[in-house]
């Protein structure tokens, strides 16, 4: 129940009464406990003032009584139901108390000796800094709010260089990777220590360093607009003049701060004047919960997917490629696979154009900051590892400063440049993907992609031309999520087997080359100029908005007819998992969004570029599992005996085309394969 604003008049009302009856027998008749984190003070004395307020709001509502302790809030709640009757509620504190004083103390002056040492939990500049975790958990600016925890961290593996506690109200944020909160932060030199109500950048951080930087300066903006007047009094700082090193964490966490105070080493206050100041920083979560919680994003306009379709397939069209239309229309697939995962895969002949595509998208995209947007790889078959992306330490370069020079190949330069560009879309094509074992060089990539962990080395080019970890503490990022990957297979006897793990993680296109296509008018695809940057940017937030798909009308049906297909093979132990299942519904909703219409459509491409792929081995393995598909794609509500398929008179013919193929080489060659 909210408490309101009390008049003075019962206010007096109510410390009369407590004055008469004494405190004890006034908070026994009323059924309230004995404060002890704050006080009501009136001419030098301290009362209860929960137990006030309730007996207050009684005798200003005679109708409804006092209110019961659990009834109704303290904490901020009290304070604006005093305050405008020219009463404040102020913290308990003990003058002369210097428990957190010297623990903070002792804590600046250990850490840079402990920092030469190994990191441990067990070491005891971390046990100070538990102390100090456990008496602030324990003070009366914290036990009066059981929403707060106390979390703090010396670093993981490795000494932090910018330690920290944070004051996590569950209301708002349960991490320190997002949201507002009040946190302590150390100065890396151990100078100092501020008091701030700062912003989590982990999350952010995934959108590129733009982009966090952007929107932490956003929520500054909007959250000291909401500032309350304690913050004022008590003298913090609402601005950007917080100073605390020049690692990238440190340099993070400044760009993060809202409100600041500074305490120096060798001067940091007395118990009482740092609770206040906690209190403080505290009372604006309390009096801000709403503005402070993350903001709810609406779903993205998915309409824009059809503009942005519109905007490249006019260009594809005059740069001369030939692409066919309708419900085979390449294009269309290809855009609805890279917004359900931007991971694609295209099995062909070699010669049979499967690159060009690619390569309009890749002009399409433009340039940037960084250069271009588009960065083309051939893969060579020596490639054994992830340094082939990733690079690796040269131990035959320079080191500077504890930090070893990296050999950088050209793709880890371009994911670097995208992380630094991150509203824009980059374009990596890895051209014969399979020459070289793709488990072995592409296997982080794909886990990285997966899991969106940290996988990517965190570099900067320095002055002298080498590049080197931006910090010791902050070594990987998260690999950009405005990157498309597209990979060209080549089918012959020369390239490698795809793996499950592979082709279950990307949407795998056959590119073939039709008869009708070989044309006589035939000409070279030229190249085509940048899209529009709305586009551009609308097919990133596409990709980073992950549950768009939620609002696509034929997704009930098609989840109905994927779960009987899953049904189905089951019999024969092809069954897919909740990854393909998100995917497929994921893919679906793009396909309904660019026209292709339809429950059959829609399952059309999603077997034929989520389920078949996986299909191989040897006729007695893989004819039954064909056939429960050739049955689904004739009729998928009909019999699921298989007697023959027909492309011309099927439900699915694009599947049923290519399951008639593989059909008919398991029975000729006893072995069949997707990519055959």
Same mark, same amino acid.
Do not use: C
């Given at each position: ?38 006080? =009501? ?17 009684? =005798? ?5 009584? &006092? ?5 109704? @809030? ?19 504190? &003990? ?6 004083? @010297? ?28 102390? /100090? ?33 944070? /004051? ?62 304690? $913050? ?47 209190? !403080? ?14 903001? &709810?994003?609406?779903? %993205? ?6 503009? %942005?379709?519109?905007?490249?397939? /006019? ?24 917004? &359900? ?17 690619? $390569? ?20 060579? *078959? ?12 040269? !131990? ?71 590049? #080197? ?12 999520? @405005? ?41 070279? *695809?030229?190249?085509? $100029? ?13 990709? =980073? ?39 497929? =519904? #994921? ?24 389920? /078949? ?5 040897? #006729? ?15 009729? *998928? ?22 399951? #008639? ?16």
């Amino acid at each position: 129940m909210a408490l309101g604003v009390l008049s003075r008049d019962a206010i007096e009302r109510a410390i009369a009464e407590y004055d008469e009856l004494g405190r004890d027998a006034f908070l026994s008749k009323h059924g309230f406990g004995r404060a002890t984190a704050y006080a =009501l003070v009136v001419d030098g004395r301290e009362y209860d003032p929960k137990a006030i307020a309730g007996v207050a709001y009684g =005798l200003d509502h005679p109708d409804e009584g &006092t209110l019961k302790n659990t009834e109704f @809030n303290g904490g901020v709640q009290l304070r604006s139901a005093y305050q405008p009757a020219g009463f404040d509620v102020v913290l308990r504190t &003990t003058e002369g108390e210097s428990v957190l004083q @010297n623990l903070l103390e002792s804590f600046m002056a250990e850490y840079g000796d402990a920092k030469l040492e190994k990191f441990g939990g067990s070491h005891p500049v971390v046990a100070t800094l538990r102390s /100090l975790e456990q008496h602030i958990a324990q003070s009366g600016p914290l036990s009066a709010r059981p929403n707060v925890k106390v979390k703090y961290s010396a670093g993981q593996g490795n000494w932090a260089a910018a330690p920290w506690i944070a /004051l996590l109200d569950g209301r708002i944020t349960s991490s320190t990777q997002s949201g507002v909160y009040p946190v302590l932060l150390f100065r890396e030199d151990m100078s100092g220590i501020y008091v701030t109500v700062a912003q989590g950048t982990q999350e952010l951080k995934k959108s590129g360093k733009d982009h966090m930087l952007k929107e932490l300066a956003a929520t500054a903006t909007r959250v000291r607009a909401l500032a309350t007047n304690e $913050l004022t009094d008590r003298s913090f700082a609402f601005d950007d003049s917080i100073y605390l090193g020049e690692g990238t964490l440190a340099r993070d966490y400044a760009a993060s701060t809202i409100v600041h105070k500074f305490y120096e080493r060798g001067s940091v206050p007395e118990d009482a004047e740092i609770l206040r100041d906690l209190d !403080a920083v505290l009372e604006l979560s309390d009096s801000n919960i709403k503005d402070l919680r993350p903001p &709810t994003v609406d779903p %993205i306009d998915v309409s824009s997917l059809q503009d %942005i379709f519109t905007a490249f397939r /006019l260009a594809v069209d005059s740069s001369g490629l030939r692409v066919p239309t309708g419900h085979g229309d390449p294009v269309v697939a290809l855009l609805a696979a890279l917004v &359900t995962k931007p991971f694609v895969i295209l099995a062909g002949m070699s010669g049979s154009g499967k690159t060009q595509l690619a $390569l309009r998208l890749g002009e399409w995209f433009g340039s940037g900051p960084g250069g271009r947007r588009f960065l083309p790889v051939a893969v060579r *078959p020596d490639w054994t590892g992830p340094e082939a992306l990733f690079g690796y330490e040269d !131990a035959l370069r320079p080191p500077l400063d504890g930090r070893a020079a990296w050999f950088v190949p050209d793709t880890l330069r371009f994911l670097l440049g995208a992380a630094e560009d991150p509203d824009m879309p980059h374009l990596l094509l890895l051209d014969e993907m399979n020459l070289a074992h793709v488990e072995r060089y592409f296997s982080d990539f794909l886990s990285g992609l997966e899991s969106r962990d940290a996988i990517l080395p965190n570099l900067t080019l320095g002055p002298d031309g080498e590049w #080197r970890l931006r910090d010791l503490d902050d070594r990987l990022i998260a690999l950009p999520r @405005n990157v498309f990957v597209i990979g060209t297979v080549n089918v012959d006897e020369t390239t490698y087997q795809f793996s499950p793990k592979v082709l279950d993680r990307a949407t795998t296109f056959e590119i073939r080359t039709e008869t009708e296509d070989l044309a006589d008018d035939v000409v070279r *695809p030229s190249a085509i $100029l940048p899209g529009e940057v709305p586009h551009l940017r609308g097919l990133v937030e596409l990709v =980073l908005d992950d549950t768009w798909q939620r609002h696509n009308k034929s997704g009930p049906p098609i989840a109905t007819a994927l779960r009987d297909l899953h049904g189905r093979l089951t019999d024969t132990d092809d069954e897919f998992g909740h990854r393909v299942f998100y995917e497929s =519904l #994921r893919y679906a909703a793009a396909l309904e969004q660019l026209g292709l219409n339809g429950r059959d459509r829609a399952l059309d491409h999603i077997v034929l570029r989520k389920i /078949l792929p996986k299909i191989h081995g040897s #006729r007695r393995r893989a004819e039954p599992v064909l056939k429960v598909l050739a049955a689904f794609a004739v009729a *998928p509500d009909g019999s699921r005996e298989f007697s023959s398929v027909d492309p011309a008179t099927a439900a699915l013919p694009l599947s049923a085309a290519k399951l #008639r193929r593989m059909l008919r080489s398991a029975e000729i060659n006893q072995f069949v394969s997707f990519t055959d």
